[in-house]
């Protein structure tokens, strides 16, 4: 496979955690030449549009190259995302959510659904369980669609100040993170145990699959319950998330066979990040319980400490550290020292921010001073989280310029 497609994940992860910088440092910035909220946008549609979707589409095309019929189209897509994403990110540091960036962010989507309908031409080559999990994923990234075009409808007809508004988006984020991204990751990674004949129990990983697939509409209405307070919103919410979080459970059993066979055959930090993903996942879905609960929803999404906390921890906890496990675990990145090294700071980086951000946000329902040096905290977290990430796209410099996977 091109490892200039390995660069432009890379790329993005290098961007994206730059923008994150540039954000935390906008407090002691006397004259920024971008407005803050320009920055947000870029820094956002690039982690959820560029890193994470370029970083699922490429670990896709990575664990299937030899077996790809159409390798001249899976790096057209790959091409195209990337300068598609690139000029969407310009647009919005430039003028933030207005007529240039919705073109391009528009054009976006359409090249999604090119991603789409190749992953799906190309999965038959998976096992069936793997096969199961990509296409739950395609199906949550089409129906994620459905919010940006609805963001274009309600502000065509006014009601951008509405609650409608924020609806849409929590709808997109819902179905692209707790959808796409969870099931494509979870899919490809199954391939992996398959390609490498480790057991896992089929019948939960299968049970766990459709409850979670059933549970993804109503466990979204967990995320607006400050929109619609209706008691049956709740009790539908409360069902769904309550659902998803045992097929969470089940998933997790299905997968446990792993351990054991793993164990001596991977170098301590892959199974130590294994094992943090795997808690990651655990802990989100857990902490996905609270919305079910009257008295906190409207503390959680009325202090942004906490929503910009959990999107954190799913996206760059859950979602990144996955992607980059599994990357080493089918060769795309080497499991060196240097990788090693850019692990554990990144991890460092990690736990830094969600504890700065989650602390701050319990200090706010407590009525508590701000932590101290709060804003310098988030700074060094930061930068450890930007040094960890390069130091992976150097330890991926010492391999060669085209690389085979699952040897």
């Keep these: 496979m091109p490892a200039f497609l390995v660069h432009a994940t890379f790329i993005f992860f290098t961007i994206t955690a730059v923008s994150g910088l540039w954000m935390r440092l906008f407090p002691f910035l006397a004259e920024p030449t971008f407005t803050y909220t320009n920055v947000l946008h870029g820094h956002s549609h690039l982690a959820l549009l560029g890193w ?33 994403t690139l000029a969407m990110f310009a647009a919005f540091i430039y ?38 999990y990509v296409k739950g994923a395609l199906l949550s990234l089409i129906i994620s669609s459905i919010g940006p075009f609805a ?109 054991k066979q793993l164990r001596g055959k991977l170098p301590k930090t892959i199974h130590l990040l294994l094992m943090v993903t795997t808690l990651l996942l655990l802990v989100k879905s857990t902490m996905e319980l609270g919305l079910a609960i009257p008295q906190l929803t409207g503390l959680i999404y009325d202090t942004r400490s ?11 906890g859950f979602v990144s550290i996955f992607i980059l496990v599994q990357f080493q675990l089918i060769g795309l990145l080497p499991m060196n020292r240097i990788s090693s090294i850019a692990s554990y700071i990144f991890l460092f980086g990690f736990l830094a921010n969600e504890a700065l951000l989650f602390g701050q946000g319990l200090c706010t329902w407590l009525g508590l001073p701000t932590i101290p040096y709060y804003l310098h905290g988030l700074i060094i977290a930061s930068l450890l989280l930007l040094v960890g990430i390069v130091l992976f796209w150097i330890a991926f410099l010492e391999r060669k310029k085209t690389i085979n996977v699952i040897e």
């Design 95 to 132: 003028q933030g959510y207005a007529l240039y960036s919705i073109i391009f962010s528009t054009i976006h989507i359409f090249i999604e659904y090119w991603a789409a309908i190749f992953i799906y031409r190309h999965c038959k080559t998976m096992n069936k369980h793997s096969r199961l």
């Design 52 to 84: 994470t979707f370029l970083g699922a589409f490429v670990l896709f095309i990575g664990l299937a190259w030899k077996q790809l019929t159409a390798k001249r189209e899976a790096v057209a897509i790959a091409i195209t995302l990337f300068i598609g």
């Design 306 to 316: 906490i929503v910009v906390g959990y999107l954190h921890f799913t996206l760059l």
């Design 151 to 259: 963001l274009g409808y309600i502000s065509a007809t006014g009601l951008k100040e509405t609650k409608f508004f924020d609806m849409a988006i929590y709808f997109y984020l819902h179905f692209q993170y707790n959808g796409w991204l969870t099931f494509i990751l979870i899919g490809s990674f199954i391939a992996f145990l398959y390609s490498k004949k480790i057991r896992v129990k089929p019948a939960y990983l299968t049970a766990g699959f459709w409850l979670y697939l059933i549970a993804l509409l109503p466990s979204y209405l967990s995320s607006v319950l400050w929109a619609l307070p209706e008691p049956i919103v709740h009790t539908i919410a409360t069902i769904g998330v309550l659902i998803q979080w045992l097929a969470v459970i089940l998933m997790i059993v299905g997968m446990s066979p792993m351990w």
